[in-house]
C-alpha cells in the first residue's frame, strides 16, 4: 500500500522551474511565455495524476499492473489522463 506521494520532488521542481520561466518570459521574452505556461500546465498534469494515483489506486502498483499487461488498467489510466487534461486545457 502506498504511503506517500512518489513523485512530489519531481512535480515541486517542475513547477519551480516553470514559475522561473513564466516570471522571465513575461518580463523579457513574451513570444515564448506560451512554452514556459506549457512547462507549467505538464508539472500541474502530474502533479495531479500522481494525487489520483495515491488516493484512487493505493491498492495497486501501477509499474506492475502495466508490466503484466493489463489492459483494463491502462484504459483506466488512460481516462484519468483524458479527465486531468481536460480540466488542466480549460485553466
Given at each position: 500500500m502506498k504511503k506517500t506521494?512518489?513523485?512530489?520532488?519531481?512535480v515541486a521542481a517542475i513547477l519551480a522551474f516553470?514559475?522561473?520561466?513564466i516570471g522571465v518570459t513575461h518580463k523579457f521574452f513574451i513570444e515564448?511565455?506560451?512554452?514556459?505556461w506549457f512547462i507549467a500546465?505538464?508539472?500541474?498534469?502530474f502533479g495531479l495524476y500522481s494525487i489520483a494515483d495515491n488516493i484512487?489506486?493505493?491498492n495497486f502498483d501501477t509499474t506492475e499492473?502495466?508490466?503484466n499487461g493489463n489492459v483494463a488498467?491502462?484504459?483506466?489510466?488512460?481516462?484519468?489522463?483524458?479527465?486531468?487534461?481536460a480540466c488542466v486545457s480549460a485553466a
Open positions: 506521494i512518489k513523485y512530489a520532488g519531481v516553470a514559475a522561473l520561466a515564448f511565455s506560451g512554452f514556459a500546465y505538464a508539472g500541474i498534469s484512487f489506486l493505493r499492473e502495466l508490466k488498467y491502462a484504459i483506466k489510466l488512460l481516462g484519468f489522463a483524458i479527465i486531468i487534461a
